[in-house]
């Protein structure tokens, strides 16, 4: 089967913008020219009936004699009766009868008067003006009947005016409104086909650029659009996500060259310790005192690599946004548990490590196992940038109504210039001192306080470091505070 055609962007574009226009248009032309018409009729008539009402008073001074008509070759009338229909039939424009009340024609003017025979018997039977709307002959027309008390009886003043100029009026609305439309249907499709054609023209050179950088990398430039509508927004964000893109391209190959070269270094020397056991095991008699020494060191070297995976494991949950918990979480306790794994740690290498806490609860709305890790990342970092028998200091306390944790130690400090490269990944101060990390505590430490709304920051750099953990304050009903 073949598929079936889709019609594009531009053509749905001018279609809409035309068909907007004409429909608008038509809507207009319905919404005024039925109601201007009955609106004209109606003054039209309303007019007819106030003229003859105003007038139809002189005529009640007609006497009998007025009223017939006098004997010769021609109808004549009295002077009197001619000169009020005159200018009845002046003011008014109208054709003009006057009827007794047998509806015979007493002066008649108006050659299809019988039509409105109707209308003047109602008006003798009621003794009020009749109005109405008529078509005689496909044409419509105003009618009014008067009736007039005059010496002699009742006589009926009936006339008709056709409605024609109200018409003309209409259409001339209408053919206006038509204009308009012809106007308005070619304007759109003009503008329509030129707003398609460079919206498309713009729209064409993105999919390209997209193409390009689906093709050739992030790395491929990309044009900002200056113009200030949704186009050049979408093509700006664009932009915005290929230069993101970019940088997360660079950042991904900076992070795989680096993990590598850090695996490759204790992987090397684990390589080189494991040669020489089998040297020394080779010998006769084998030097025993020599691979136990090079077991330790391999001992460590493992350990180092497990730090290692389990940092790149830590940045790739981060990097993924696994959600973290948010709870209720007391710093002071939670503090004690960390320290307690330093223990041995601190006993062996002669060591000091103090713990304040606050003689309050400190509650923090956190994740426990998050603010556990950056617990154990600070004063990991601390112990091993301390000399011996330094003292490192852990205080939980409040600051500004926020729980805090507070680490500091008396190492060589970090230099001004490097006060946010420590926090960046596989990045070390170069007053390292003692033993030497990763690079990845500090940056994964700052990422997991951000998660849980928190920041962690450096106070104060030296001598000696002091790092600022801060945390939002948990909700009263949460920790069964008052």
Do not use: Y
């Amino acid at each position: 089967m073949r598929p079936r055609a889709v019609l594009g962007l531009r053509p749905r574009l001018v279609a809409a913008l035309v068909l907007t226009g004409a429909v608008t248009i038509g809507v207009a032309a319905l919404a005024v020219l039925g109601p201007l018409e009955r609106k004209l009729n109606r003054e039209e008539l309303t007019t007819l009936t106030s003229d003859a009402t105003g007038i139809s008073g002189s005529f009640n001074d007609l006497t009998k004699r007025d009223l017939q008509q006098r004997p010769s070759p021609q109808p004549r009338f009295s002077p009197k009766l001619l000169r009020l229909v005159r200018q009845l039939r002046r003011r008014t424009q109208a054709r003009v009868v006057i009827v007794d009340m047998s509806l015979k024609p007493v002066v008649n003017f108006d050659p299809d008067v019988r039509d409105s025979f109707d209308d003047a018997r109602t008006a003798l039977r009621t003794r009020h003006v009749v109005s109405s709307f008529a078509n005689t002959s496909g044409t419509h027309e105003a009618r009014v009947a008067v009736p007039v008390h005059t010496d002699s009886g009742w006589i009926v003043v009936l006339m008709r005016k056709s409605l024609a100029a109200e018409r003309a009026a209409v259409n001339t609305v209408r053919n206006a409104f038509l204009t308009a439309a012809l106007v308005g249907v070619a304007v759109a499709l003009a503008l329509g086909i030129g707003l398609a054609t460079g919206l498309l023209r713009r729209l064409q050179r993105l999919r390209e650029t997209a193409l390009r950088i689906a093709e050739r990398g992030p790395a491929v430039e990309v044009q900002a659009d200056p113009a200030r509508d949704e186009v050049g927004d979408l093509t700006r964000a664009f932009v915005t996500m290929q230069e993101r893109l970019r940088h997360q391209e660079e950042a991904r190959r900076t992070f795989v060259a680096t993990a590598s070269h850090e695996l490759r270094t204790p992987l090397t020397s684990l390589q080189g310790m494991l040669e020489l056991i089998e040297e020394g095991l080779q010998q006769e008699p084998p030097d025993r005192r020599d691979a136990l020494e090079q077991v330790e060191r391999a001992r460590g070297q493992t350990q180092r690599l497990g730090r290692l995976a389990a940092d790149l494991l830590d940045l790739s949950r981060l990097d993924a946004d696994i959600e973290m918990r948010t709870e209720a979480v007391e710093l002071s306790e939670l503090c004690r548990a960390s320290l307690a794994e330093f223990e041995v740690r601190v006993r062996e290498r002669h060591q000091a490590l103090r713990f304040d806490g606050s003689p309050d609860p400190c509650w923090a709305f956190a994740d426990p196992n998050g603010v556990a890790r950056i617990v154990r990342i600070l004063v990991d970092n601390a112990l091993r940038f301390s000399p011996p028998d330094a003292p490192v200091v852990v205080v939980v306390g409040n600051e500004e109504s926020e729980p805090t944790v507070t680490v500091t130690d008396s190492g060589p400090g970090v230099p001004i210039e490097e006060h946010e490269l420590i926090f960046e990944r596989f990045k070390r101060g170069r007053s390292t001192g003692g033993e030497s990390g990763f690079g990845l505590g500090l940056a994964i430490g700052r990422e997991l306080a951000r998660r849980m709304g928190g920041t962690l920051e450096l106070r104060h750099a030296g001598p000696g470091a002091s790092f600022v953990l801060r945390l939002p304050r948990a909700p009263a009903d949460q920790t069964g505070a008052e």
